[in-house]
């Protein structure tokens, strides 16, 4: 027997690639099992509907405020930019829409975003209200907040969804802008710069982080836990969009079933299994948040028995 001793401090390092294999595939499999409830899909389901309700009025405010920047064909542009990520019978919906809406009257389109902005911010509200309500079941909240506090949670969570994906989009498309007028070569050497699904991972992660850090739970969940179940939902998201459009364009031909409502039926799909990465990274957050908990108390518990013998 060896009689050198192993530290047992807390804060040592396993870099045995077995043991973070083994380790990675618990935290993966516990989260499975924690998102693959009945009532999770319920969740599911509200947090799809009111994000379905809200995205048309969005849209209506969004091209008022981008006309007052740009030209109706400008705004065509990057509405096909952005609806690459919609598998094509969405797409379509999203594209004629737009289309519209880029060429509407300035007065009507102010009328427009006026009751937009009302019915819009009701179902984005209530559709984020889902959200952190299936976040906090998921993560077993016992000291839920109150009907007030839960809210204006909501709410702050929405306004800062709002301005996120506001900067990022203006960030995203200054750097097109840019590179095109005045024809900057870094820039334009730099194609990962001009690709949507980079800046939409980046934005998601970033967004999906903050949200399981700071209104998953009442608690701050750690950093290193709220990080991981941003990176896993931003990733799923991109699987699920890419997914998605593969079934209802190669697999199920759903023009044949659900006939003119068809388009509405694959944004459903595509919307549900966008949310359904959401939640799960909240349940890696979790589940990773309870792993690191674990690492760091074993040892502790491990020296206090061996100091009461």
Known sequence: MSGVKRSESPHKIDLDPVHWAQATVDVLGKALTRLWGRDVMLYVGGVSFWIMLAVFPLLVIAVGLYGILSTPEQVAA????????????????????????????????????????????????????????????????????????????????????????????????????????????????????????????????????????????????????????????????????WLSAFYVEQVAHLGATYGSVATVVVFLIWLSWNVNALFFGGALATEMEIALQTRTIKPVLKRRNKASH
């Not at 609806?83 to 009257?105: C, G, I, K, N, T």
């Not at 975003?113 to 009701?122: E, Q, R």
């Not at 934005?203 to 750690?222: D, H, N, W």
Request: proline share 2%; net charge neutral.
């Open 78 to 241: 990057q509405a096909e930019i952005l609806a690459r990520m919609l598998p094509a019978d969405a797409r379509s919906l999203f594209q004629d829409e737009l289309e519209r809406l880029s060429h509407a009257p300035d007065g009507a389109l102010s009328t427009q975003s006026f009751i937009a902005l009302i019915v819009g911010t009701y179902a984005a509200h209530r559709g984020f209200k889902a959200l952190l309500a299936g976040l906090s079941f998921i993560h077993d909240e016992e000291n839920q907040r109150g009907f007030v506090g839960f809210n204006i949670m909501a709410l702050i969570v929405l306004i800062a969804a709002i301005v996120l994906m506001g900067l990022v989009s203006v960030l995203f498309l200054s750097l097109r802008v840019m590179a095109s007028a005045w024809d900057l070569k870094p820039l334009a050497g730099a194609s990962w710069l001009y690709n949507e699904w980079i800046w939409t991972s980046i934005g998601l992660t970033l967004a999906m982080t903050l949200i399981y850090r700071f209104a998953m739970s009442r608690e701050p969940v750690a950093w290193r836990a709220s990080a991981a179940g941003g990176a896993g939902a931003a990733v799923l998201g991109l699987c699920a969009s």
